[in-house]
């Protein structure tokens, strides 16, 4: 098992930033992911950033270049530093860990979600 604690969601103005952070506790495992995905209501949840614990990153395009996924490996924590935010932004931002444990199937976690809204 493993648990996601989030933090940082909140409302911001058109082109101000903020940074999500994200504390993994539990089996991780040797190899796993964390990243940062978002459900703006009606529409579906997407992959915003992730990043392994070998330091790959992984950006959607609308992401790139104004978001930065950082991660602690120490402390198992990941970072989302989002800036130049517009009205699209706004949305849920879960927390999203996938494990891969030895000859088991890969294993899939989230937090409970953090509101980002973005308005004047």
């Known amino acids: 098992q493993v648990q996601l604690v989030e933090s940082g969601g909140g409302l911001v103005q058109p082109g101000g930033s903020l940074r999500l952070s994200c504390a993994a506790s539990?089996?991780?495992?040797?190899?796993?992911?964390l990243g940062w995905y978002r459900q703006a209501p009606g529409k579906q949840r997407d992959l915003v950033a992730s990043?392994?614990?070998?330091?790959?990153?992984n950006y959607a395009d609308d992401a790139r270049g104004r978001f930065t996924i950082s991660r602690d490996s120490a402390a198992n924590t990941v970072h989302l530093q989002m800036n130049s935010l517009n009205y699209e932004d706004t949305a849920v931002y879960y927390c999203?860990?996938?494990?891969?444990?030895?000859?088991?199937?890969?294993?899939?976690?989230w937090g409970q979600g953090t509101a980002v809204t973005v308005s004047p």
């Open positions: 990043v392994d614990n070998f330091g790959v990153t």
């Open positions: 999203n860990a996938e494990v891969y444990p030895i000859q088991s199937p890969k294993e899939t976690y």
């Open positions: 539990g089996k991780l495992f040797s190899f796993n992911r």
